[in-house]
């Protein structure tokens, strides 16, 4: 595989939609892409990486190493911090589920705290702009409304992209298909209000390490790399990140839900899917929880299991 264009660093989105714009999304498609760790990053030529550099290729797994794997013992040390983390926050609603990437095909996601089934809100624009690349042919042509629709979760841009696909049935279709080629393959879109499809963090957590390595999503992942102001909570605070954020309401009450692939260093990549609801069911407040969350995660990246690309 060859890997494509490291990210070092949380870009603004005017960089990265100046980046489509210019040179389209060509070269994603026609050339595998893995994503390099931190620690591969830092060992670079002179420790650094080039904005623009794409590297000769290299495998996306050490040789000899096979799929990723959740051992029993990572299982447990996560699920023990889990339950100290939450014990501070009785009243909250507070879930991870996270697979490696790279994982063997059919391994379960661990799931810590409780679940629950709700919509995809704006992370379901990470598929939908995703089946908008691979109709395009990779020619640059949606790339503003990508980086708009994914970095500012800006309404008429995610319309714009689902409108390409074609009719609201071929949209449906379309994004499912993105969807299964990451590895979800149980999620069914809606062909009206695709935002309000039920996606499941299991579901969500398996296309979000499928999407790791998928060569069209190159411009994708460095779109959820990018920083927002309005949107720096959460996984977003930390450059090893690549995010995606929702926010769903339901009787008055505010979850907020992120799609994570985040670069654990010499082990790996692994896909998170975290929601949080506050005690008084504001936004905000769930937001601040969702940081907690990332910064307790980043305290425990000895003990979660990571991997590469096959």
Request: glycine share 10%; hydrophobic share 40%; aromatic share 4%.
């Amino acid at each position: 595989m060859r890997r494509c264009e490291p990210v070092t660093h949380r870009r603004t989105a005017s960089r990265i939609s100046g980046t489509l714009l210019s040179l389209g999304c060509t070269a994603a498609l026609l050339a595998g892409c893995t994503i390099p760790t931190a620690e591969e990053r830092a060992s670079g030529p002179e420790g650094t990486a080039s904005s623009s550099a794409i590297h000769p290729p290299k495998p996306g797994v050490p040789k000899g190493q096979g799929p990723a794997t959740i051992s029993d013992q990572q299982a447990n040390a996560l699920q023990q911090q889990w339950q100290r983390l939450i014990s501070q926050y009785p009243d909250a609603s507070l879930s991870m589920t996270l697979l490696p990437v790279g994982a063997r095909h059919g391994t379960a996601p661990l799931e810590l705290g409780f679940a629950p089934h709700l919509a995809g809100a704006e992370t379901l624009r990470v598929p939908i702009a995703l089946a908008a690349v691979q109709k395009s042919g990779g020619n640059g042509d949606v790339g503003g409304d990508l980086i708009t629709a994914l970095n500012a979760n800006d309404a008429r841009a995610t319309a714009r992209l689902w409108t390409s696909l074609g009719t609201d049935e071929q949209a449906a279709k379309a994004t499912m298909q993105a969807l299964r080629q990451a590895g979800d393959s149980a999620t069914k879109v809606r062909k009206t209000e695709p935002l309000r499809s039920e996606w499941l963090p299991a579901n969500q957590a398996r296309f979000a390490a499928g999407l790791a390595c998928l060569p069209a999503a190159e411009y994708i992942r460095s779109a959820m790399a990018a920083a927002n102001p309005d949107q720096q909570f959460g996984f977003a605070n930390y450059d090893q990140a690549q995010i995606s954020n929702g926010w769903v309401t339901v009787q008055g009450a505010t979850t907020v839900r992120q799609m994570v692939i985040l670069d654990v260093g010499g082990p790996g990549f692994v896909a998170l899917s975290v929601t949080a609801r506050a005690k008084d069911g504001k936004k905000e407040s769930a937001q601040v929880l969702l940081t907690r969350i990332a910064q307790w995660m980043m305290h425990q990246l000895r003990s979660v299991p990571a991997g590469r690309c096959p």
